[in-house]
């Protein structure tokens, strides 16, 4: 099943085309690159031009480089319903938030609302959206990302989106080796959330490649799953890494639990045009049919 992310007040993707995006995030209208989106843009160039406030561009394996059009704010606040994040234009094209996983941020607030008290781990949590989604439905999270600059940034949206004194617990780590250490402790939650990079680098310098560490690590994540485990939630942005590759590993794992199992592309809707921008993969499994 495709999810199609369609934006809200504060975020929209406005177009695409020419391997690039235009999106309007609060105030501030930006452009990246999108290696998929090989179609027209629906808007001429003159539009996205007078729109754009700041550009980013990537030649090759660096961090790439924006370009103001206009001033931009250094720091500035996106709200989505109760949650008031901060964006700022960071290396890579990043800006604080991914809003493809608005489609998600419901699903994982709806399977806490009914138990609250749910624990939550959210691994690779970046700015911490996912943990405020569950957080501000009642779960207690466990946040765990291996840079200590996001998980601080995702403590301050927590704060300033009024759930500073949530049972949130901010957890500066190599996932990995977090998800070993909880094992061990026989540590369980009811709801996983994991949103693996393509590669990656804990703190102490470990690397994280997807291609070889997802397999093993999604085995030692699902053994964490309590008997009473309600979600999980696993999407990727990698190409090769499809929505069936994705089923396919979290399938036997969860087979004799029962409930249902869902994948497929996550989409964003652009405001002007008709397309489809792709944004990853996800499948998630529901304890309930
Ligand atoms: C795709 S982003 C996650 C986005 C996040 N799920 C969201 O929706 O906002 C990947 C994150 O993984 C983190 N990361 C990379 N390697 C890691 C590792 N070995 N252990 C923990 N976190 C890691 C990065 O710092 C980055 O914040």
Redesign the pocket.
């Known amino acids: 099943m495709e999810l199609v992310a369609e934006g809200w007040k504060d975020y929209a993707l406005i177009d695409s085309g020419n391997g690039l995006r235009l999106e309007r995030v609060g105030p501030v209208v930006i452009s990246r690159q999108s290696g998929q989106a090989y179609w027209e843009p629906a808007l001429s160039e003159s539009e996205w031009k007078t729109r754009l406030t700041a550009s980013h561009w990537r030649h090759d394996q660096g961090p790439g480089k924006w370009t103001e059009q206009q001033s931009t704010p250094k720091v500035w606040n996106l709200q989505f319903k109760k949650m008031q994040l901060t964006m700022k234009l960071r290396p890579f094209g990043h800006i604080g938030?991914?809003a493809e996983?608005q489609t998600q941020w419901g699903w994982i607030a709806d399977h806490i609302r009914t138990w609250p008290g749910e624990r939550v781990l959210?691994?690779?949590?970046?700015?911490?959206?996912?943990s405020l989604a569950a957080a501000g439905a009642g779960a207690k999270v466990t946040h765990?990302?291996?840079?200590r600059a996001?998980v601080g940034w995702a403590r301050a949206n927590a704060e300033q989106s009024g759930l500073g004194d949530s049972p949130i617990r901010w957890i500066v780590?190599?996932?990995?080796r977090y998800v070993e250490r909880e094992l061990k402790r026989g540590s369980e939650y009811e709801g996983l959330?994991l949103?693996?990079?393509t590669f990656?680098?804990?703190p102490r310098g470990?690397v994280?490649k997807i291609e070889k560490d997802l397999v093993p690590f999604i085995q030692k994540c699902l053994q964490l799953l309590s008997s009473n485990g309600r979600f999980v939630l696993l999407?990727a942005?990698t190409p090769g890494v499809t929505a069936a590759v994705l089923r396919n590993m979290l399938f036997p794992l969860l087979e004799e639990r029962g409930g249902k199992l869902t994948s497929g592309d996550m989409v964003q809707q652009a405001e002007q045009s008709p397309m489809l921008l792709p944004a990853g993969v996800y499948c998630r499994w529901s304890a309930f049919a």
């Open positions: 938030i991914f996983q959210n691994l690779f949590g970046y700015t911490g959206a996912s765990v990302d291996a840079v996001s780590e190599d996932a990995v959330i949103d693996p990079p990656g680098r804990g470990r994280w999407t942005h």
